[in-house]
Nanobody, 120 residues
Framework: VHLVESGGGLVQAGGALKLSCAAS????????MAWYRQAPGKQRELVAS???????NYADSAKGRFTISRDNTQNTVNLQMNSLKPEDTATYYC???????????????WGQGTQVTVSS
């Protein structure tokens, strides 16, 4: 089972980026999906999460600017980021709590990370 992110890059302050993450492999069920970020010298932090039923949760820094969404038929999760600020610069990681095929318990999975750089 793998998570593969795409969509990072360099953008000017005030701009927008959309991150996408796709889960692949033998998957029985995906529970919560989320985006985390980690800036140099800082701890990894939650940006936004979404349950299988569509319930969302955002970090205060993301509220009003970022939107998380998912497509349960495609096993994908997206993060639309608007009004980007230099302090949003970080490596963004996709996370999913998934039950692989043949398993009964869920396991945490992480993507490889995608860099987002916001210039001032």
């Amino acid at each position: 089972v793998h998570l593969v992110e795409s969509g990072g890059g360099l953008v000017q302050a005030g701009g927008a980026l959309k991150l996408s993450c796709a889960a692949s492999g033998s998957i029985f069920r995906i529970n919560t999906m989320a985006w985390y970020r980690q800036a140099p010298g800082k701890q990894r932090e939650l940006v936004a999460s979404i349950t299988s039923g569509g319930y969302t949760n955002y970090a205060d820094s993301a509220k009003g600017r970022f939107t998380i969404s998912r497509d349960n038929t495609q096993n994908t999760v997206n993060l639309q980021m608007n009004s980007l600020k230099p302090e949003d610069t970080a490596t963004y990681y996709c996370y999913a709590d998934m039950i692989p095929g043949g398993y009964v318990r869920s396991l945490p999975y992480w993507g490889q990370g995608t860099q987002v750089t916001v210039s001032s």
